[in-house]
Structure formats: C-alpha cells, structure tokens
C-alpha cells in the first residue's frame, strides 16, 4: 500500500504543468528522430543532456522517459510503412508489418503498434512499479549456462519458423552467425575476421545489415520486377481503422507479448531483440490464422510490438534497481542521473523515492500522450504509401543511406549498407528467408559469450548446462523444439498412412 | 525548448563578450573540435562534454563541439585523429588508459604515444570486491584463494585488456602465481559484470569505485581494496599500498592534441586547458560525477603516458593478449 501512496506523489509531481510540457517534448522529439532511420533513442537522448542541464533533475528525467517511449514508437512506424527498421527492436515488425501495408493494410498495422505498444508498456509499468525490487533479485540470479539456454531456445524457434525450408532457413542463420562473429571478440580482446579493415573491429552494425537487407534488397527487387510489369501506388483498402476481427485478434498477443517482453527486458542481458523473435514465434504458432503468416498477419505485428514496449520498460528495472544500464539509451540516462549526482542502484527507492515515482508517473503520463499524438497520425502516414513507386523507393534509398551514415560516418559502412543490399535481393530472387540472417548477428554473439563464459566459470565442464535447473529446463525446451516437428511429421505421416 | 535557448544563448553571449574583451590572449578566441573516440554515453564521452562545458563557461575557448568516433576501444577514433588532426591547434582528444591497453591488443598501428599530450584530467580508482555472501574478508585471504587454485578463481570484469583486467592479473601475480593463467570471465562492462557478482557466480570483481559504488554502500559487495595510491575521502575501502602490496592502477583520463601541434599554437592550448581545471566549475562537477582530480600538467603527463604504455604493454604480454 505504502507504493500507491508514492505512486501517487509521483502523479502529482509528474501532472506539474512544466513537467507535462517536458514529457510532451519528449514524446514529440523521440517520435519525430525514431522515424528516422538510423538515429535511434540513445543518439537523441545524448544530444539533448547538456540541453537539460538547466532543468531540475525530475524535469530532465522525466523528458528522457518521453524520447525513450517516443523513440521506440517512432521506430515501428517506419518498419512497417517503409521496411526499414530503424533499430534492431523493430526488425520483427518489419516482418508482418510491411507486407500488411503493401497489401494496404497499414492503418490496421500502424494501429494495433500503437495500441499494443500502449497496453504493453502500461501494464508493463504498473510492474515495474510494483514489482522491480523483487524482480531485481530473481535477474541477478541469470547466469551465462541460462543465458546460453535462452539463445537455444530462440535459435531453434527461429530456424525452424521461417522459410520455405529448414535447410533455407538455416542458410540464412549461418550467414548471420559468421557475420556476427566478426570483431574484437569480448572474452579476449582479439580481432576476429576482420580482413585488416579497422572499421570491422566493432562488429557489423545489425541497424546496417537490416536496412541493407530489408529495405535496399527491397528496392532491387521492385526495381527489378519494374521493367517487366510496371507496379501500381498501393492502394488503401478498407478502413485505416482496426476492424472488429482486428481488435480481436490483437488483444490476445498484445498480452503475451508483453508477459514475454517485461521479464526479459529486466534481464541484466535480455534485452529488446529477444522477446521480440520469441512472441512472433509464438504467435505463429498459435494463430488460427498461421498461414497467413508472411503474407501479413496482424498477430506479428500486435505481439512484437507489444513484446518490444513491454522489454523498453524492463530495462529499467536494473538500471534503477542496479544502476545497471542494458541498452545504449539507459546508459545516456544513467548519465542523466549521475549529472545531478545521483547513482541509480539499490539506494536510489530510498534516498530519491520522490524521483523514481515521478519517473514512474511520467511513464505513464508518455505513453498516453504517445497514443494520443500518434493515432491520429496514422492517417497521415499511410498515405505516404500513394507515392508512385519509384518516387517512394528512390526516398527509401535515401533515407536508409542517410540513417546509416548519421549513425556510423564512414565509407565502409555504406559499402557495407550496399553488399548487404545485393545480398538482399539475390536471398529473395532465390527463395531464401531474411529474418534468420538477422537473428543470426543478433543473438549469434551473445551466445558465444554465454557459451564461452559458462564453460570458463565451470572450468571447462559442458554439465555445467544441465546442473542448474534452469538452464537444464531451457536447454531441454529447445530439444523438444527441435525434435518435435520431425515426430509429428512422423505422426502424420503414419496417419495417412493408415487412411 | 526555452531553456535551450537561454543556455545557448548565454554561452554565446560570454564566448562574444570575452572574445571582444580579448585583444592578445588568443586562447580565449579558440575554436575547438573535441573527439571523444566512444560512443554517447560512456566515460570518454562524458569527459569530453564537462570539458566542452567548462571551457566554454569559464571562457578557455570560444566554442567547442564534440565529435564521437566510437569503435575499437577507441582505437578507431584514436587512428582518424592522428591522420585528421596533425598539426592543427583547433583539435582536441579525450582518452584513457583503455585506449594504450586498446591499441596494444588490437595490434593498432597508432597510438596515444604519437599524439600530444595537453593535460591528465581525472583519475579514478578500481576497486576489488568480493559477494557479500563470500567467506573472503581481507585482500590477504583472496590472496591465499588465488594461491590454492589460481584456475578456481574466477575474476569478473569489464573488456578483455583493460584496466580491470590488468589489475587482476596484477593482483594474480603479487599472489605469487601466473598471470597466464588466470581465468578472468570479461563482460563489456563493469554494469553487466555487476550481474555476475551479484549472482555469486563468480570469486571476485573489478570495476570502476563509481559503477559498483551503490553495492558497496548497500552492503551488497563487499570492497576489500582500491588500486589508487592514497586513500580517498568518503571510500572506506584501503588502497592496495597501505595493505602491503605494492600495487598501483588508476583509471585515468586526459586531453591531447594532434601529433605535429608545437610552438605557440600548443602554447595556447595548454594555457586554454590550465584555465579550464583550475576553474571553481570544473571542481564542482568533479564532484557532482564523482571523479577524482589527477590533474597533470603537460610535461608531467606525456612522459607518465610512456611509462603507463612500457607498464601496460608488459601485463598484456604477461596474461598472453599481446605479443
């Protein structure tokens, strides 16, 4: 009980009219820079910290909270109307998302983004109110041997969901993983296939691959099919509002994507990409409607989406609870804080509760406005799809080559931008899934480091992975994954055979 | 947005009206580009900013711009200044001891030994922690653990051959064991190593004082030392010195020029700096972030940068990162 009192002394610092402004400013600026390819929350939020420095530290805080939530709104909007994701969180949304639009359902689309990205991050913050100290003691308990079942239980899912074939499907996850193991390898500090090139020390850049390969491969391929059969501006069909069956098949992924999301995002490690591959999984899986899956189902963009907001305000839980920053943005606040000489970390709920609360409320407080500003955007933005073609694609071109460069300044990386591009439209002219080569780079670094440190930490004994409970329970949960489908086609081929 | 204004406005208005006061100081008319060689967020990044902001308050510069060049522990960054910057007296680098572990790991063909340095800014201690829950209660007793079974124990800490890492291969070593054979588990920072130690997976941790001060304070880690040379007001934790070993690390972090910048125009720019750290600003928001004065002046600096490269390069070769 004692929380609702100090929620509600948030709600009255975080409703103060310059507070509400500052929020305000917030969501509007996080949307306008998260529609941009390229330039994500963190670049933002980093820009705009000596602007706050006049601001009283609430103030401050409370803004970031708006650009963050607006950041990661804007992000989806592009995804699903353009194809190019603009962070890593959104590539999944991309997926459904921009065949829904091309098929002139990008109201429908946009919308239960906004809606999903709405529930999930409200009750997403309520637990994050009510549940970050314990949830805090349950994250630090995650250790490399269950991160590393985790990474199995999404590699699996992955490859098995996309794709015409397994064997396609896995192509596309190895190309990712080599592309992933590129870099200064963490554990050790030596460079990993990297050519010499210095600008490959960092790694391939997953915004880089996603764009080149979404978008660029994207415009190849229109440009290609244009000289044969000239394509016609997408035409809206329908209302640009949800219908009743859409609102009833949102609502049920909205949830698990959020129940997906919160949990993971707190993760010292989870991050926003997971959760964001596993409720598409999911959902796919459980759709009534799964065949419509690829061609635009609203279920992929529903759970996602909600699974990204939900994690967005998951990593809070340890950057306040540990003043342990999980996301480039969360880093940029954690500075914030510090500038006002103030360390997140377990004292912070009881030496500045006023301003966690208040951060708290003013999470709230974003999301409404976030709702309110963007729905009755939709119809704006959709008609950015009555552009001729060749129009629309040479401003996706553009865009994606100016996202990059804003984001890492250097001829490789468009060199890079445009491989991954060509690489894009020979995937899709011969049949080969994308998503999984995005997974790939993604997770594939993340599970080496599970892997590896788990094996350095049990001194090089592979039970280290069945010893633990919990990661003894993942790594069996990706067994059954992997096996299942093979026994059931067993099943029912014995089936027919018996017909 | 108003405050925006306000504040940009009154930089100007002091850059302008000291730039106009100033007819022979041609420090106070300097224009400067800082590159921070990491991305926003990150220590060098905050580095550069709080100088960009003091210089431009106590008015060592006309205006200053920071550029970030993420990559490569600042290896990247470091490569693009030394082939930008040359002898042109408007450049300006932050960086640290990361990068002189960074581009000797990296086998990296520049480094911080071919720029200028101006100043040493800050200088923050490590601290060496062990899970509340851990039997160990004196550095002598992680010490004894080391010895029994230098593989058993399991360091936490941020990047593979940087200054965590070194400390505990120094740590290893004074323990009387092979540095080559210390099993150190690196995490990308002292944040996400904290999860670690937190989690009990590990025997014991090396962070940042700053990163992990919140734990320490709670009772949650318990600190047994700190590598800076003399005790620090408001850290109960004793340096490494006062408990017998003779151990020194500091995580420090200072300004450069570009490799060919002399005469006047270096003149200039250490005058610009000095102005800049002698300032009541300056002090106040190395409190307010909790960074500890290490103030070098150039001379001093530059051949500290030497011996911290010959010192640094000796450890990565002992635990094997470099040749």
């Known amino acids: 009980m004692e929380s609702f009192a100090l929620l509600f002394d948030g709600f009255s610092l975080a409703t103060q009219p310059a507070n509400l402004v500052y929020a305000a400013i917030g969501v509007i600026i996080g949307t306008a820079v998260g529609v941009l390819p390229g330039i994500g929350p963190a670049l933002t939020v980093a820009l705009l910290l000596p602007v706050t420095f006049k601001l009283d530290p609430g103030g401050s805080i409370i803004m970031f909270a708006g650009i963050y939530y607006g950041g990661m709104y804007g992000g989806s909007t592009t995804a699903i109307l353009l194809n190019t994701p603009g962070e890593s969180a959104s590539v999944v949304t991309a997926l459904e998302g921009n065949r829904m639009a091309r098929s002139g359902r ?56 996309f794709g015409s074939s397994p064997l396609r499907g896995l192509t596309s996850l190895a190309f990712g993983l080599w592309l992933g193991l590129m870099g200064i390898d963490q554990l050790t500090g030596q460079a990993r296939l990297t050519f010499g090139v210095p600008e490959l020390l960092d790694g391939i850049e997953v915004t880089t691959l996603a764009v080149g390969l979404f978008a660029i491969g994207e415009a190849l391929v229109v440009a290609s099919r244009h000289l044969y059969k000239p394509e ?43 959760p964001t591959f596993l409720s598409y999984n999911i959902e796919r899986k459980l759709s009534r409607k799964s065949e419509e899956f690829g061609s635009g189902a609203i279920e992929g963009v529903a759970g996602p989406e909600a699974a990204n907001n939900a994690s967005a305000a998951g990593t809070l839980v340890p950057l306040l609870t540990l003043g342990l920053p999980t996301s480039a943005t969360a880093a940029v606040m954690l500075a914030g804080f510090q500038q006002y000489n103030i360390q997140p970390g377990p004292l912070l709920f009881a030496q500045h509760a006023d301003l966690v609360w208040g951060l708290v409320a003013s ?33 996706i071109l553009v865009f994606a080559s100016m996202g990059t460069i804003a984001a890492n300044p250097s001829v490789v990386e468009l060199l890079l931008l445009t ?36 094996l350095q930490m049990s001194l090089g004994d592979p039970m280290v992975f069945l010893q633990h409970p919990s990661s003894a329970i993942m790594t069996g949960i990706a067994s059954i994954a992997l096996v299942a489908p093979f026994i059931f086609k067993g099943l029912s081929r014995f089936q027919q055979d018996e017909d | 947005m108003r405050n925006f204004f306000r504040h940009g406005l009154m930089a100007a208005i002091i850059g302008s009206s000291l730039a106009a006061g100033a007819i022979s100081v041609s420090a106070q008319g300097l224009e400067l580009t800082i590159t921070a060689p990491a991305g926003a967020g990150g220590g060098w990044d905050a580095a550069s900013r709080s100088l960009q902001e003091v210089m431009m308050a106590t008015g060592a510069a006309k205006s200053v711009q920071v550029v970030n060049v993420p990559g490569a522990g600042g290896t990247v960054g470091l490569a693009q200044f ?144 700190i590598s800076y040379p003399e005790p620090i007001e408001g850290i109960e934790a004793k340096p490494l010195k006062a408990q017998g070993l003779d151990i020194e690390l500091v995580n420090w972090r200072g300004v450069f020029a570009g490799p060919g910048v002399e005469g006047a125009d270096l003149e200039a720019l250490k005058a610009s700096i000095e102005k800049t750290v002698t300032s009541d600003r300056w002090k106040e928001l190395l409190k307010a972030r909790g960074w500890t004065d290490y103030y070098a002046p150039s001379d001093e600096f530059k051949t500290f940068v030497a011996s911290e490269t010959d010192r640094v390069q000796g450890i990565l070769k002992s635990i094997g990162l470099a040749d």
């Open chain 1, 106 to 161: 990008g109201g429908p689309a946009l919308a239960t983004a906004a809606i999903g990205s709405f529930v999930a991050a409200l009750i997403a913050t309520i637990a994050l109110a009510f549940l970050a100290p314990l949830l805090v003691k349950i994250a630090v308990k995650f250790a490399p041997w269950d991160y590393f079942g985790l990474m199995l239980i999404a590699f699996v899912t992955v490859s098995a969901t």
């Open chain 1, 232 to 274: 016609k501006p997408i035409p809206i069909k329908g209302s640009i509002w949800m219908s009743m069956e859409d609102w009833a098949r949102s609502w049920k992924p909205w949830l698990r994507g959020t129940a997906i999301g919160f949990p993971i995002g707190a993760l010292p490690a989870g991050g926003a990409e997971i």
């Open chain 1, 363 to 395: 999470l709230f407080i974003a999301n409404v406005m976030l709702l309110v500003l963007n729905l009755p955007l939709i119809g704006l933005w959709v008609r950015l799809l009555a552009i001729p073609l060749p129009w629309l694609y040479a401003g």
């Open chain 1, 419 to 454: 491989g991954f591009g060509v690489v894009g439209f020979l995937m899709r002219r011969y049949d080969y899934p994308i998503a999984p080569a995005v997974v790939g780079l993604i997770l594939g670094p993340l599970a080496d480091n599970a892997l590896r440190r788990s």
């Open chain 2, 82 to 225: 030394v082939g930008s910057a040359k002898s042109s007296p408007d450049q300006l680098l932050v960086a640290g001891i990361t990068l002189v572990g960074a581009s000797i790991s990296n086998k990296s063909p520049v480094d911080l030994t071919q720029v200028t340095p101006l100043a040493r800014l800050t200088g923050d201690p490590l601290v060496i922690v062990v899970p509340k829950d851990s039997p160990i209660q004196t550095i002598d007793e992680l010490l004894k653990t080391i010895k029994s079974d230098v593989a058993k124990a399991i360091w936490v800490g941020g990047s593979a051959g940087g200054a965590d890492h070194i400390l505990a291969a120094l740590v290893t070593q004074a323990a009387g064991e092979d540095p080559s054979k210390i099993n150190y588990v690196a995490y990308s920072g002292g944040g996400e190593a904290l999860a670690a130690m937190l989690g009990g997976q590990a025997t014991a941790g090396i962070s940042g004082y700053g990163e992990w001060q919140g734990q320490i304070e709670s009772g949650d880690l318990r600190a047994l030392a």
